[in-house]
């Protein structure tokens, strides 16, 4: 099953500030490598991120999509998930995200859209998964 990422509003302007700097400048200037592709690119990679970020939870795993990033947790080594809020650089487009510990102190976050039905898609093939709830 397939979660896309929940997406801030307040993120959705720093990637249009982003895109705007590394599509708009470029067409103002008079250089044409530095100021041009590597921008381009940039930029390129900003809507990746934003368009393609997202989580499907698989039979064995939760396989992460994050730009051109593809991360695979297998489900039965996630120990712990925790709801937070960080605005810390992770796979994630919101500041309300799942904590995911797993694989002996391994953490990342992640933003599903619909937190309530991604955890309980995980519990499903995981049930011994401890759940802390505290914001």
């Given at each position: ?13 720093l990637h ?55 991360l695979r ?63």
């Amino acid at each position: 099953m397939y979660f896309p990422s929940k997406k801030d509003g307040w993120m959705g302007f720093l990637h249009l500030i982003i895109l705007f700097l590394c599509f708009g400048l470029p067409v103002l200037s008079d250089e044409w490598v530095w100021i041009f592709v590597i921008p381009l690119v940039l930029g390129v990679v900003n809507l990746l991120i934003w368009f393609r970020t997202g989580y499907r939870v698989e039979a064995e795993e939760v396989v992460i999509y994050y730009g051109l990033i593809t991360l695979r947790v297998p489900i039965q080594e996630i120990e712990r998930v925790a709801f937070i809020k960080s605005p810390f650089v992770g796979p994630a487009l919101s500041v309300d995200r799942i904590g995911i510990t797993y694989s002996a102190s391994k953490f990342l976050t992640v933003s599903p859209r619909n937190q309530e039905e991604f955890l309980q898609v995980l519990r499903e093939s995981n049930p011994n998964l401890v759940v802390d709830r505290r914001d």
